[in-house]
């Protein structure tokens, strides 16, 4: 079905729930052109027509970083990004003219990218036709509480998210709730920004505290004097109980309880996902035909994300594990491709 690709690793944020940017540098390492075309190419010979760019951020460079480099007068420093920068048109350049002509792309970019044009028509140009954009909060709060107060909030966030789709660009919209200055309120203010932005998709998670990220060490110290342990091993090393047993660890929070965060995370779900939002948002695509596969993928991404990544309820985990088997066949068939052993 689906092939990945990865062009460029390290990410020059920070955020406080992701550990790619202590795992991987915050120096982005750039692929040649070349090279990732020349991967592309085998694949699309293999069968593969649709390819995720699997980069920790697409988007290395922003126009505010240049922009700050120059101020500074830093020379080498504003040297260094417009290389950068001059490497991602490049590569965008050649997806365009040497790649297959029906071979589609995704990636992962920051919000940022909604106030660089030019980078937007050049993704648009090189077939790049979706990108999850990590959003996580509305509100000027909520992205200190993460360390990304360089995204936009209110109406200026709905504003930059219409760009994507503007250039030709959908987008994968991504949130997360219970952080520490969420209310019960900010699950309807998050509805209502990621409809009204014109998002193709949206997932909505629960702040957990992965290993190796900010958020982890915050949480591992409230737990230094719990002696909680499951099979022998301390919750705080959660990820290696037997998964039979293994707990959901979440983020604690201030004045909602877990079971509360999660009950109107799934409203949330249920909302953007009912079948009367999926068909307004599937305008983005032209066909009937292509407007009823959007709403297949929709629901099966809603069983599989949804259903059984935040239901407790083990009979209907079961219940979605097996619709969303069901559902997978025919997106199978969407997304297959006959092999182009001819293809340069």
Known sequence: MWASVQTVRGCPKHCSFCSVWRTDGQRP??????????????????GFRFVLLADDNFYPVSLTDLELASRQGNTQRSDELKAIRAERFELMERLAEDCSPDMVFFTQI????????????????????????????????????IYKDFNAAGEELVNRLRRFPEHGVQVLGSFIFGLPSDRPETFETTLSVAQRAHLAFAQFVMLMPFPGTVDFERWEKT??????????????????????????IYSPHPVMSAEEIRQRTQKVWDEFYSLKSIWRRSHCVKSIKSRLAFLLISKLYRQMYANTGIAIDSARVTRSVRWARWMAKPCRMLFSARPMPQCR
Do not use: C, N, Y
Not at 121 to 144: C, D, F, H, N, R
């Open 29 to 46: 390492r750039i692929r040649s052109a070349d090279a990732v075309v020349q991967e592309l190419q085998h694949l699309r010979r293999l």
């Open 110 to 145: 920051t919000m940022e990218a909604a106030e660089d044009h030019v980078f937007l028509e050049a993704m648009s140009k090189a077939k790049i036709k979706g990108a999850l954009v990590g959003i996580e909060a509305v509100t000027p709060q909520g992205l200190k509480d």
């Open 223 to 248: 737990m230094q004097h719990d002696e909680t342990r499951i099979a022998g091993i301390p919750v705080t090393r959660h990820w290696l109980i037997p998964s039979g047993v293994r707990p959901k």
